[in-house]
């Protein structure tokens, strides 16, 4: 009999499930649910639907429940497998709220094998859609829960982070305020991650540290519901909500619905979900200081593993609960691999004529400098999206190819200075980490080795090495994190990147040069051209 362990991720554009072997040392399965294309009667786009205006991106929190349905139906092929999981974690899309009635607990106690969760789930929800990570429409309320708090220092020194649009807590005051009789109706607000957790559960699940602190709701500090912030986000919230735990709870045992219909032991664990931020620390194995990862999905995040809590006080950065119960820093942008697709798709590109343009473009753009707003970006905060050339037109092809990529990378190292430590190492991971031409760029500009490993499904491979860990430590069978780490994270097949030194200084310069273009639009400094026009002279 093996050691199995389940890990999944509920992420924007998919579902994905992973089982490793921990006697094998491997990854034995892998399959994903495309939401847009294998339930595509939800009408997504990338996973979300826009309502009202492109400020407002939502998610159907059923859908996601058809997904977990899927996915068990196909894995079903083995199952025996299924049988020897030992314990099951999860990652959920950050932030995103789903909001349950009465029925949902009572459903979920007696959930019948031979009908669809969705059928039976269907009426548990007071509101049908749920408000994901992508939405930008709650500045109103971000601006009141902050003044509540006392502006913006004590507010990141209570919670960790500014009040943030896409946040749980700014996103909750928004539909009280909306449809106050619907949010009265509202029994528990879930996040993304314990909503999932709960079905798998049978009953409520917790909220984890790592995924509780992306609500503007958890003092950072104390780990527990803040009751100012509570206050200051809606009435008769903190019932509402489930209770937070550490990220390594066993939170109990897979419930008897998915035991009947799939085949699972009654006897496997649940270990609590976070988010696919934290969860993906652990998938590229971060569990020390020095080191820093960024992953190329959806959203394209830069983090670190932090020993002692830190924070921006600017209110770009975020803090986080990590999966070793420590700390996390964090910054976010929209911008990612949906922006990286509009260029493609704009001059009907594929990702190897991408590269190819990327590869045979000068470092440096030849002083082209693009900043991508094609949709409302979180860092720096532009609210009305909009996308600048300097030194080219919008038909440019190399021009719009290299730019994009030098402004999103330009950009991180421009904004992660608050976490202090100049990273010695760059951890890749999500999609794009596969592209290598897109590596070498944000090895130059960051003047640092970049390490990419084979296997890109950090939040999923995290999930799975959580709960691997979390069931051995309940057994008192302890794993040491490294020993699970360098059992799954393949540091000798992953591929390195160098730097090329002979541009570092050029990418100092153009630094500088984005840095005063941000300023130019974003705050209406004095136009960069001249000194755009000196790097040219100096480089081209
Ligand atoms: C993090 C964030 C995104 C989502 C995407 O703060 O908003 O990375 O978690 O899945």
Redesign the pocket.
């Known amino acids: 009999m093996s050691d199995l362990f389940l890990g999944l991720d509920c992420?924007?554009q998919s579902l994905t499930g992973i089982i490793v072997d921990f006697n094998l040392k491997k990854v034995v399965y892998r399959n994903s649910i495309n939401f847009d294309e294998e339930l595509s009667h939800y009408n997504t786009h990338n996973g979300a639907i826009i309502l009202d205006n492109e400020k407002v991106v939502h998610s159907y929190p059923l859908m996601w429940v058809e997904a977990l349905e899927l996915l068990f139906e196909k894995m079903q092929n083995n199952k025996r497998a299924l049988f020897e999981i030992k314990a099951i974690s999860g990652s959920?899309?950050?932030?995103?709220t789903v909001y349950l009635n009465s029925d949902f607990i009572k459903t979920l106690k007696r959930l019948d094998a031979d009908k669809t969760l969705v059928s039976q789930l269907k009426n548990s929800f007071s509101r049908p859609t749920s408000p994901?990570?992508?939405d930008s429409s709650t500045t109103k309320q971000c601006e009141e829960i902050r003044k509540k708090l006392g502006g913006l220092k004590s507010t990141i020194n209570l919670l960790g982070s500014n009040t943030?649009e896409?946040?749980s807590g700014p996103q909750i005051r928004k539909f009280f305020q909306q449809y106050p009789l619907l949010y009265e109706k509202t029994l528990i607000i879930h996040l993304v991650s314990s909503f999932m957790a709960s079905i798998l559960l049978g009953k409520n699940a917790p909220i984890d540290h790592g995924d509780g602190a992306?609500m503007n709701l958890m003092n950072i500090k104390t780990k527990q519901w803040d009751e100012r912030a509570l206050e200051a986000t809606a009435p008769n919230l903190r019932e509402k909500l489930p209770p937070l735990s550490q990220p390594y709870t066993v939170i109990g045992n897979i419930s008897s619905f998915f035991v009947k219909k799939f085949g699972f032991n009654p006897n496997t664990n649940l270990i609590a979900w976070s988010?696919?931020?934290p969860n993906s620390l652990i998938g590229v194995g971060l569990i020390k200081k020095g080191k820093v990862a960024i992953?190329l999905?959806?959203?394209?995040?830069y983090f670190s593993y932090l020993q002692d809590l830190y924070l921006d006080l600017k209110g770009e950065g975020?803090v986080?609960g990590a999966p070793t119960g420590d700390y996390m820093s964090?910054?976010?942008y929209?911008n990612g691999s949906l922006a990286r697709e509009k260029i493609k798709d704009k001059f009907h590109l594929n990702w190897e004529q991408f590269s190819q343009i990327l590869k045979n473009s000068p470092p440096g753009n030849n002083g082209k400098l693009m900043l991508p707003y094609f949709f409302p970006e979180?860092v720096p905060q532009v609210l009305q999206p909009k996308v600048y050339c300097f030194g080219f037109d919008e038909d440019d092809l190399e021009g719009n190819v290299r730019g994009i990529i030098e402004a999103q990378f330009l950009s991180m190292r421009l904004h992660s200075k608050w976490i202090g430590e100049k990273p010695k190492e760059i951890y890749a991971t999500g999609g794009a980490s596969a592209n290598k031409d897109i590596l070498q760029v944000l090895a130059n500009i960051f003047k640092t080795k970049v390490r990419a490993f084979e296997f890109a499904d950090s939040?999923a491979l995290g999930a799975a090495l959580r709960a691997t860990k979390s069931y051995y430590d309940s057994k008192n069978m302890i794993k040491g994190w490294e020993d699970i780490i360098n059992k799954f994270i393949d540091f000798q097949r992953s591929i390195v990147i160098v730097p090329n030194e002979k541009y570092f200084q050029l990418y100092d310069d153009m630094l500088e040069l984005y840095k005063k273009y941000e300023q130019y639009i974003l705050n209406n400094r004095q136009d960069p051209e001249i000194a755009r026009l000196d790097f040219v002279k100096n480089y081209f």
């Open positions: 992420s924007t959920g899309q950050q932030h995103g994901i990570w992508m943030i896409r946040f992306g988010g696919d931020n992953s999905g959806t959203s394209d995040t975020h986080f964090l910054i976010c929209k979180i939040a």
